[in-house]
């Protein structure tokens, strides 16, 4: 038992090696992959993890193609492709830090392209299944999703600090919110077209707040380099008097 705990709290050290999370779920979330990359064979790797959640993004996309031209019950394949998703995106960076095989740069340039393709098929995926110009909705939510990509590598780079949630949403909170919608829509139909477009009123809020903290946290940044910079400037002239 004491040795279990002894690799959980190991677990969860290294999993939370440069992020920091913020979302509401976040407890549940870490403790859940800690005890998952224990458990992952030796033989998948993290490219490997990352294929499996691209692959949870083409399982949303194709529910949504087949619910359009099939049946609507197809829909609830989406939420199988959410927790695969989850799985390969929640586990394949936090896999290479557990394993000490952390290739911080590449996966960090992999994880974000293959999110961004992903959330543009689900998009994509939304606009066959959706009528008439409630499609928009879809393009919307790509849109605002990409805004929120962009704000979380600003806030990255301003502060050193790789966070990928916007305030108390993550990825997994979006998830789980899509996979909510998505399932009314098989017992309501048409409940789609006016969720969805509440989330995307939702996720242009959080996104707008991120945008103020985030310039209010680039403004600062300026200040200290600029108070930085005097103060070199001073040593300098203190120097050469």
């Known amino acids: 038992m004491k040795n279990n705990k002894r690799e959980m709290a190991k677990s969860l050290r290294l999993i939370a090696s440069d992020r920091q999370r913020t979302n509401i779920l976040r407890e549940w979330e870490q403790k ?7 458990k992952i064979p030796s033989w998948i790797s993290s490219d490997g993890l990352t294929a499996i959640g691209f692959f949870g993004n083409l399982m949303v996309t194709a529910s949504f193609v087949m619910g359009a031209f099939m049946n609507r019950y197809w829909l609830l394949l989406s939420l199988l492709g ?3 998703n989850w799985v390969g995106d929640s586990l394949d960076g936090r896999l290479a830090y557990y394993r000490n095989t952390p290739r911080k740069w590449y996966g960090f340039s992999l994880d974000v392209t293959v999110d961004w393709i992903g959330t543009f098929l689900i998009g994509l995926g939304y606009t066959i ?32 600090q790789y966070s990928i949630d916007s305030g108390i949403l993550g990825p997994t909170e979006v998830r789980t919110i899509l996979g909510a919608i998505i399932t009314f829509e098989v017992f309501v139909p048409d409940s789609i077209q006016y ?10 809020i ?15 940044q300026d200040r200290s380099d600029r ?4 103060e070199e400037f001073k040593k300098k002239r203190m120097e050469n008097a």
């Not at 959080?206 to 600062?220: H, I, M, Q, S």
């Open 129 to 160: 299944y959706a009528p008439g110009w409630w499609k928009y909705a879809g393009f919307f939510f790509v849109v605002l999703y990409g805004w929120e990509m962009i704000t979380a590598q600003l806030r990255y780079k301003i502060s050193g």
């Open 206 to 220: 959080f996104n707008l707040a991120e945008a103020r903290k985030l310039l209010l946290l680039a403004d600062e």
């Open 32 to 38: 859940t992959i800690a005890y998952l990359v224990q």
């Open 82 to 84: 959410f927790i695969i």
């Open 195 to 204: 969720l969805a477009s509440a989330a995307c009123i939702v996720l242009l």
């Open 227 to 230: 108070r930085q910079k005097e």
